[in-house]
């Protein structure tokens, strides 16, 4: 006999805080007791990411999108896969009608909606996953961090390695003093892939058959449609997405700022080329000053993008040049006793001297070990463990940066007030850290 939706519903809520560390009995969560998920944007990336709850136990029974034209990744059409589960244009819609059903979701939308549909699912004490960067803007990502301790629910950014054994590792072994203190990090990118340093608004095109723009647009500014928006081009718009640094920061800059413990910098600045009041930079540089703390010294924290690539000093002693050591790893760490190049994809790494491995003791693991940051997710809406990813760690990450977007917007270095999120000295910033919505889209 099917338990009771209610009684379901009330385990679920109750999450990490009542079973910490546990996982719910399997007199609970029986076979048909699956957790119960409502996926909003199934296109694209978001595609993937319906298969991949539903393989790792999620019981898919919504479907959100505002384009039919995007609902495929690979073959995989998320709605016939799931015929049983109902279809939604509007997520708003899909929350309200099924609220007793669902008790978690998906967020896999552009930035600029991020915010807006986890928070509406958060208020109403659904669990969330949500696609890198979680958010948009930097006032943004503190809000989903207090929206999720204030209603106690299970959530996880997509930033998919972190689940993965090469990051989990290296922050052991950086923490066990594989390279010593650390005094500085570089991470880089081969983004844009898509067009930045655009000058001016396209021409308005009529909206393909099966997309409703208006819902597409959401929380951001009214403009007429254009395919260089969509698909796929909207991380180039400043009006929609945040840039290369905003794509692959969250996935590139993630084991160094977990490793090392980090928080809030002090200062950050930024050198681009192409950055425009439209539209993000075809090229940067953004460094980040942390003060010194358990695992590093005073440290400078460098992020490029758009062919960009650290000093020849700095890669000296990989043995290669600096277009192989571009295509081999995603950063380098440097420590008072030699450096380490990292790559998130595999245990492959190149720690220099020599000695510095030779003399190294690998410590035991100490962080949990999943499957995938999907299982982990799903066994943290159950009750499990916290999954490590959850937005009261990925979202000062977030916050971290999208400070190099607001650098490189303002022209100039910031001065962090991190705890009052404020650029001292600096009144037009907060433009850039709270964002205005458009009518009928407000956060309240």
């Not at 009771?4 to 999450?15: E, F, L, Q, S, W």
């Not at 290296?170 to 880089?188: D, L, M, P, S, Y």
């Not at 002693?317 to 595999?346: I, P, W, Y």
Request: proline content about 7%; some cysteine; aromatic content about 10%.
């Amino acid at each position: 006999m099917k338990t009771p939706v209610t009684n379901r519903r009330t385990i679920i809520k109750a999450g990490a805080a009542a079973f910490a560390f546990q996982f719910v009995p399997e007199h609970v969560w029986g076979a048909n007791e699956r957790l119960q998920v409502g996926c909003i944007g199934i296109g694209g990336k978001g595609a993937g990411d319906v298969a991949d709850v539903a393989a790792a136990g999620g019981k898919i029974v919504a479907l959100c999108d505002v384009d039919d034209n995007r609902r495929v990744r690979k073959g995989m059409d998320a709605r016939e896969l799931h015929p049983q589960a109902s279809f939604h244009r509007d997520f708003r819609v899909m929350l309200d009608k099924h609220e007793r059903e669902i008790d978690a979701v998906t967020v896999s939308t552009p930035d600029h909606v991020h915010c807006h549909a986890a928070v509406r699912a958060m208020r109403m004490g659904k669990h969330v996953y949500c696609q890198k960067p979680l958010t948009y803007s930097i006032g943004e990502a503190r809000l989903m961090a207090e929206t999720a301790e204030k209603h106690g629910v299970a959530t996880q950014m997509g930033n998919q390695a972190h689940a993965g054994e090469p990051i989990r590792r290296a922050v052991e072994w950086i923490r066990a003093g594989v390279i010593g203190k650390v005094h500085e990090v570089h991470t880089w990118t081969n983004r844009p892939i898509w067009p930045q340093g655009l000058t001016a608004l396209p021409p308005q095109q009529p909206v393909p058959a099966g997309l409703d723009w208006d819902l597409w647009l959401g929380p951001a500014p009214k403009r007429t449609y254009n395919e260089a928006y969509c698909p796929f081009k909207w991380r180039g718009w400043w009006d929609y997405g945040t840039g290369a640094l905003g794509d692959m920061g969250c996935h590139i800059m993630d084991m160094p700022y977990w490793a090392l413990e980090l928080k809030h910098p002090t200062r950050v600045e930024a050198e681009s080329e192409g950055n425009t009041p439209l539209s993000a930079p075809t090229a940067s540089t953004v460094r980040y000053h942390f003060p010194a703390g358990k695992y590093s010294d005073a440290l400078q924290f460098s992020w490029y993008d758009g062919g960009r690539m650290p000093a020849a000093d700095v890669l000296a002693e990989s043995g290669m040049t600096s277009k192989q050591v571009a295509g081999t790893f995603d950063l380098v760490m440097v420590g008072d006793k030699g450096k380490m190049f990292f790559n998130r994809s595999n245990l492959d790494w190149l720690i220099t001297p020599d000695s510095a491995r030779e003399d190294f003791k690998a410590p035991e693991p100490s962080l949990p070990r999943v499957a995938s940051e999907d299982v982990e997710w799903i066994e943290a809406c159950k009750g499990g463990a916290p999954a490590l990813s959850r937005f009261e760690k990925s979202g000062p990450f977030t916050e971290t940066v999208l400070l190099g977007n607001l650098a490189i917007r303002l022209g100039e270095p910031v001065e962090w007030d991190g705890p009052a999120m404020k650029a001292v000295g600096c009144p037009r910033a907060d433009r850039y850290i709270h964002r205005d919505y458009r009518r009928g889209w407000k956060l309240g």
